[in-house]
């Protein structure tokens, strides 16, 4: 199968918008490797072991997409970052419900001590990650999308601009920014429990 262009997406995305549920059937097997490739990049952060595999991270993306019905699509960009947004609600609701607490269970804190290091790392605790990205979104809505698009959609400085309608150079702005506040807030966390 050759790749669908991006505009090949965003027409399918405009026509399922629209009602016509043929468009998912053929959306679908268009943007498949691209979430799944999404998927995989959640799951390497995860711990070892994890129960949850890329291909059921997917397929639960796929669920709750399809139930999706009054979205106005803009564009693919616009997908893969609400894609992406629902694939970090999944892990974070599953690590919640195996009471993987904020400081406990298996996980761990881990500073963000060179900007997006604590991403990259496996022990990440996702549930502390996820309430300081809330906080953050509570305090500045635009950087906390930032960092959902950026880090967990793997959506370009470009691409996230479209989608927020803002200039490259805000959005890069902003990830700095976020990143900043983001290793502030992690750090904070790790010293607590003295």
Known sequence: MTAASPQDVTQLLMAWSNGEQDALEHLIPLVYNELHRLAHRYMERE???????????VHEAYQRLINFKDVSW????????????????ILVDYARSR????????????????????????????????????????????KGRVVEMRFFGGLSIKETAEVLKVSPDTVLRDWRLAKVWLLRELSQGTGDED
Request: no cysteine.
């Open 47 to 57: 711990r070892p072991g994890h129960t949850l595999q890329s291909t059921a991270l």
């Open 74 to 89: 803009q564009n693919r960009a616009h997908f893969f970052a609400v894609s992406a947004q629902l694939m970090r609600r």
């Open 99 to 142: 009471r993987y607490s904020k400081r406990g269970g298996e996980w761990r804190q881990v500073p963000l001590n060179e900007a997006v290091a604590v991403f990259r790392d496996r022990q990440t605790d996702i549930v502390a990650l996820d309430d300081a990205l809330r906080t953050l979104a509570g305090i500045d809505p635009r």
